[in-house]
């Protein structure tokens, strides 16, 4: 590396985590990859790349058959690498594409569902041949990514991957398939179903793995929400996070930080909700998840209203209407924004519009008032 530094043919930067990196100007590259596939030796480079980027996918611990802690940065800052092996071995290596695919579990629900959906069909399309606890986690890794999208085909998905799990006697496996089935359940109004698979769930996670504890601790609080009980959902969700904080998994931090701003919103105390939902937009920032960024932008929209700053609520929640909207997803915007979508002030309206039309971070810089934030014109 050093004599081709000399020679200009590899240039060097510092990524993402402060490490060195090294890439080429795209004529040179162009001439290297051509340069390989003349050698003969492309397919074996390209099995060792893939294999190394599974190595690096397996050591950001991201998916939830991991107890470690989630480095979603990891995955961020080799997305480049990692997206091409999975070019490759969806073609060449189908049981590599499957493993490193799973390995992602959480940087797909962060960062790219879209992205994983396809990825992830194309491979169960093909993936009858491989053993059923891979396609069982398959199957679920799909469903994360198509459940704001297709109930039916994500029901399917998670069904097929619980009958493997039960058949396997994989306990965690049922365990991570029923929390997900639940939240159908409740989404279709069945709290019956809903707690009863949770209890299940919960029975076989407890003292064994204590993330999966925290995850279903937020369904039984999203239980006592349906139910009126809103102090003991708080409690509840609160509970979740810490756990998941002395786990260091600020992925799910960030989503119960999301979800309390919501619910101390419905209490009525504005302060804390803007604290909740502030502390969740900077965790999806640094994540750089749309999905999770948008929730708080929406309860920050609805107290900056019910504050009585009409165009910041307008702002904000134009940007997240259009992120909760994008990809054909089917989110309950009445969910997220509640009373904001019948108002119809003008000031609000016109910076609504503004929303729609810049770029998430943008807003999300302009709702955490950064310093170095411009104002959205």
């Not at 189908?94 to 994983?116: C, I, M, Y």
């Not at 009863?196 to 919960?202: G, H, L, P, R, T």
Request: aromatic share 6%.
């Amino acid at each position: 590396l050093a004599s081709l530094l000399d020679k200009s043919l590899v240039r060097r930067r510092t990524g993402r985590l402060g490490e060195e990196r090294f890439w080429m100007l795209e004529t040179i590259r162009e001439f290297a990859r051509a340069e390989l596939e003349a050698s003969g030796e492309a397919e074996d480079v390209r099995r060792r790349h893939g294999d190394r980027m599974l190595e690096i996918a397996l050591s950001a611990h991201l998916s939830e058959d991991d107890d470690e802690p989630f480095q979603l940065e990891v995955a961020l800052a080799e997305r480049d690498d990692i997206r091409a092996a999975l070019d490759w071995a969806d073609g060449c290596d189908l049981e590599l594409a499957a493993r490193l695919a799973v390995s992602l579990e959480t940087f797909w629900n962060a960062h790219a569902q879209e992205e994983a959906r396809t990825r992830l069909g194309s491979v169960v399309a093909r993936a009858q041949t491989i053993e059923p606890g891979l396609r069982a986690r398959v199957l679920r890794v799909l469903g994360n990514t198509t459940y704001n999208v297709d109930e039916a085909a994500t029901r399917a998905w998670w069904e097929e991957g619980l009958a493997l799990c039960r058949a396997l006697g994989d306990d965690r496996g049922v365990a991570l398939i029923l929390h997900r089935l639940a939240l159908i359940g409740f989404d279709n109004g069945d709290l019956d179903e809903t707690r009863a698979m949770i209890d299940e769930s919960q029975r076989l996670a407890t003292g064994r793995w204590p993330l999966i504890e925290a995850v279903n601790m937020w369904m039984y609080a999203l239980l006592a929400e349906a139910n009126g009980h809103l102090e003991e959902a708080v409690d509840l969700s609160e509970r979740s996070a810490e756990q998941a904080q002395k786990l260091d998994c600020t992925w799910w931090v960030s989503g119960q930080r999301s979800y309390l701003s919501k619910l101390t919103l419905q209490i009525g105390d504005l302060t804390r909700a803007e604290r909740e939902g502030r502390a969740a937009l900077v965790i999806a920032r640094d994540h750089e998840n749309p999905y999770r960024a948008a929730a708080a932008l929406g309860t920050l929209a609805r107290v900056a209203f019910a504050s009585g700053d009409v165009e910041k609520a307008g702002l904000l929640w134009g940007s997240s209407e259009s992120a909760l909207t994008s990809g054909q997803s089917r989110f309950d915007l009445g969910e997220y924004g509640g009373e904001l979508l019948a108002i119809v002030d003008p000031t609000f309206t016109s910076a609504r519009q503004r929303g729609h039309e810049h770029e998430l971070w943008d807003v999300v810089a302009i709702a955490l008032d950064d310093d170095e934030a411009q104002t959205v014109p």
